[in-house]
């Protein structure tokens, strides 16, 4: 893994830890982190109307601007389930980049924005 790499990997590692403990701070249920963090993989089904609606739905639930969004809301409104479901979100997004896996291509599954999953040295896991 280069250098590079290895960086923009430890920099998820820190969002992730950093959205886990706010989640741990705010004295949220873990059965509801337990429940909740791999919900954003549900969106896998869309592969199941092919690559180019599997991508969409995929990166539609793992690109950050819907969990902060949904954060600030809860933080402005005092929404204490809006704000966990966010920080859930986040960290969730956050271990997926640090494992190494990106935004889909359209032209499969494997083809991510970090490279070819499965393939080594293009920074994608496998």
Do not use: C
Not at 7 to 24: D, G, N, P, Q, T
Not at 44 to 59: F, H, Q, T
Not at 88 to 106: E, Q, T, V
Request: hydrophobic content about 60%.
């Amino acid at each position: 893994m280069r250098p590079v790499d290895l960086m923009v990997r430890l920099e998820w590692v820190a969002a992730a830890a950093v959205a886990i403990i706010f989640y741990a701070m705010a004295g949220l249920s873990w059965w509801l982190f337990a429940l909740l963090i791999l919900a954003p993989d549900l969106s896998m089904l869309g592969y199941l109307a092919g690559p180019r609606v599997g991508a969409i739905a995929y990166n539609a639930l793992h690109i950050l601007i819907p969990p902060l969004v949904l954060a600030l809301a809860g933080v402005l409104f005092a929404a204490a389930t809006a704000t966990a479901v966010a920080l859930i979100w986040i960290a969730h997004i956050a271990i997926d980049r640090a494992l190494g896996y990106g935004l889909k291509l359209s032209t499969g599954f494997q083809d991510t924005h970090l490279g070819r999953i499965g393939r080594h040295g293009d920074g994608a896991t496998g």
